[in-house]
């Protein structure tokens, strides 16, 4: 099976802060990893796919990156609806998430 | 509108059982496999299933494999999870999602909430 793990598991940041999110899985998915938002009480919402692919409506300051086994999360100035818990997750092999990262007010 | 509703959920006592539904629509149900995935209080997510648009291929995680059987009713869009044999850590919000290209979640209903407890 192949695991993701996430870092850092919190993060703390002020609105207009740059952030990154760390992604690493245990054996190589190519680019086949996608990132969601999650808000409390809702569903996740798709926020990248194919490691740097930005969906449809999703604000541009949201970017992703890598291959392989490590990837990025980038929030390029970080914006009050952005305070969320953000999730990886590889369609390589089967489908697995990462623990997750939530992002809180500093 | 294209959505999906699960409904089914509630609380159940150790080793009782539950059936979860999903009704689809907005979209053709049939093109899409379907999956549930599940979150417990306070945790991340778990892929548990996945059933291909005809029915003909099924996957399960080891977690589950052989206590929870996952279906469809394409007549109905209707996505379904029974689930056996529960246990505690079972308790989670049980998500029904469609992947686009079979592969990635880019529709997610609200989740239904199953709690097992004595």
Known sequence: ?106 | QVQLVESGGGLVKPGGSLRLSCAASGFSFSDYNMNWIRQAPGKGLEWVSSIRGRGSTIYYADSVKGRFTISRDNAKNSLYLQINSLRAEDTAVYYCARPRLGWYFDLWGRGTLVTVSS
């Open chain 1, 1 to 106: 099976d192949i695991q993701m793990t996430q870092s850092p598991s919190t993060l703390s940041a002020s609105v207009g802060d740059r952030v990154t999110i760390t992604c690493r899985a245990s054996q190589s998915i190519s680019r086949w990893l996608a990132w969601y938002q999650q808000k409390p009480g809702k569903a996740p919402k798709l926020l990248i796919y194919e490691a740097s692919t930005l969906e449809s409506g999703v604000p541009s300051r949201f970017s992703g990156s890598g291959s392989g086994t490590e990837f990025t999360l980038t929030i390029s100035s970080l914006q009050p609806d952005d305070f969320a818990t953000y999730y990886c997750q590889q369609y390589n092999t089967y489908w697995t998430f990462g623990q997750g990262t939530k992002v809180e007010i500093k």
